[in-house]
Every structure is written in C-alpha cells, then in structure tokens.
C-alpha cells in the first residue's frame, strides 16, 4: 500500500506568453490551473512528471486568454474534465472552448474559497485586460501555494491575500528596456505597461518584497515574454532588487526560472 504524503505536489508545465498550464495535486486531488497549449502539448509536458491526463480531476480556469484556455475544451470532453470559473469567465470562453457537459460546468466566484477533494482553494481578483480575472491560493495542513500573473499591478487587498506563502509563482513578464525598444506598436505597449497589463520584472520583484515571509521557500518566476524579456534578465533583476531590500535571496528562499515547453521539477509543500 502506498504511503500517504501530506501537503502539496506542484510543477510549472508551461509559463510564458504562448500557454501557461500549472499542475498541483494532493493525496485525493490532480488539478491543473489553465491549459493554454494543445491536448498534446499538455500530454507532453504531464508525461515529464510521469503523470498523465487520465489522473486529472479537473481544470481551475483564471481568465478567458487564449494562452490560457487553448486547451481547455478538448481536455475537459476527452477526459471528462471538471472546469471551475466564474460566471463572466465562463460566458466569455465558452466561443473559444466549445461545449461542456453541464455537469462538468462549475462555478467558482471571485473572491471565494472552495474545497477540492482535501485541498482548500481561494480565488482573487487581479487587474487584467480580461473579463473577471481571478488566480488562486491553494492551502493544505498549513502550506500555501500562491499563482498571481497576469496582473497589472498587485493592490493592498491582493498582497493582504496572498502574503507569506510557502511558494509562488509570480509574474516577471518584461524587460521595460527591452518592452520600449522592442518591435511591439505603441499601442500594445502602453496595454502591456498599464494597470491592466502585466508586471515588468522590476514591479514583480518591489511586490514580492511586501509579500514574502518567513515561509517563502520557493518564488518561481513566470509569464515571461519570449519577445520582451530573457531569463537571465529576469533572474538577475528580481535578485538584486531582492537582495537590495535585505531579503536572503538563497538562503531563506530560492528563485527559479519557468519555461514555455519543458515542466519545472515536482516539488512539494
């Protein structure tokens, strides 16, 4: 008979601009957050944590982008996936998603917590360019798992949500450098650069000073621009503005890179 772990099990499948897919289980639950690449694709990338599609239980949906929901439909009517989002995020996918079995159809409302299996879930609004965008907090026997990308800015209320988790996945999208000298049309760059765009490394690494705490263990830096931004960039900004604050960057916590195509390791919480 297997032993039973307690807590969490995470693995980035893919983060970036072209499909963002989160893998997180517990003793009881396999659940992904987005699947914003082909069914094969996500087959891929499951099958380098030996895990499979036919383990899942469900889908948490954060908002309606097509590098988060691609997948979504033919995962859910393949493999008789649950989909939870709320009622905006649902009416605005569903062209992009195709039909869903109502029974596998949920509702998951900003601003609520809900329990999956044995894993405690919260969801909060961000400042996005979607309809009602929302990302979560996962909790288990006292850990916490934080996704928060997609954001334009992080408010007093989100950091209050979301402060000392065990681990994050925080968005490092831009470069401004690179964003404001790059091929891009002004216009989509002021989208990028607003309130309801995305953090460029610097505001990633200034929001992540207030949040971490002495649980932090893991920040994995994520919704990288494969056009405005670099890894190493990314890693080397949020670092020294880290250390810069007198934050143990290493050594009371690590940061670690995601990647479009290949899956962070497995870890647990």
């Not at 032993?3 to 307690?6: A, G, H, I, K, N």
């Not at 639950?29 to 069914?39: E, Y």
């Not at 996945?169 to 470069?175: A, V, Y």
């Given at each position: 008979m297997a032993?039973?772990?307690?807590g969490l099990r995470v693995s980035i499948l893919a983060s970036g601009s072209s499909g963002n897919i989160t893998y997180i289980e517990s003793d009881k639950?396999?659940?992904?957050?987005?699947?914003?690449?082909?069914?094969k694709k996500t087959t891929a990338l499951l099958s380098q944590i030996n895990r499979t599609p036919q383990e899942l239980d469900g889908i948490l949906i954060?908002?309606?982008?097509?590098?988060?929901?691609?997948?979504?439909?033919?995962?859910?009517?393949?493999?008789?996936?649950?989909?939870?989002?709320?009622?905006?995020?649902?009416?605005?996918?569903?062209?992009?998603?195709?039909?869903?079995?109502?029974?596998?159809?949920?509702?998951?409302e900003m601003g609520k917590t809900m329990t999956i299996g044995d894993i405690d879930i919260e969801s909060f609004g961000v400042s996005h360019d979607a309809?009602?965008?929302?990302?979560?907090?996962f909790h288990k026997d006292s850990k916490s798992f934080v996704m928060l990308t997609d954001t334009g800015y992080v408010s007093d209320r989100m950091r209050g949500i979301v402060s000392n988790a065990d681990a994050y996945?925080?968005?490092?999208?831009?470069?401004l450098d690179m964003l404001r000298m790059g091929r891009y049309p002004w216009s989509l760059k002021q989208r990028i650069l607003g309130d309801?765009?995305?953090?460029?490394?610097?505001?990633?690494?200034?929001?992540?000073?207030?949040?971490?705490?002495?649980?932090?263990?893991?920040?994995?830096?994520?919704?990288?621009?494969?056009?405005?931004?670099?890894?190493?960039?990314?890693?080397?900004?949020?670092?020294?503005?880290?250390?810069?604050?007198?934050k143990g960057v290493g050594e009371a916590f690590k940061l670690y890179d995601t990647d479009p195509d290949e899956a962070s390791l497995l870890f647990s919480l």
């Open positions: 032993m039973q772990t307690e639950k396999k659940l992904l957050v987005d699947c914003g690449l082909s069914g954060t908002h309606e982008h097509r590098d988060h929901v691609h997948g979504v439909g033919v995962m859910a009517r393949k493999y008789n996936l649950d989909i939870y989002a709320n009622e905006q995020t649902w009416q605005a996918m569903s062209p992009i998603i195709g039909n869903i079995k109502t029974e596998q159809k949920h509702l998951f309809i009602a965008p929302q990302f979560y907090s996945l925080f968005e490092s999208n831009h470069d309801k765009g995305h953090l460029s490394n610097e505001d990633g690494a200034l929001a992540l000073n207030d949040i971490i705490g002495d649980s932090t263990k893991r920040i994995y830096l994520g919704h990288l621009s494969k056009d405005n931004n670099m890894k190493e960039i990314a890693y080397s900004t949020v670092e020294s503005i880290l250390r810069e604050k007198g």
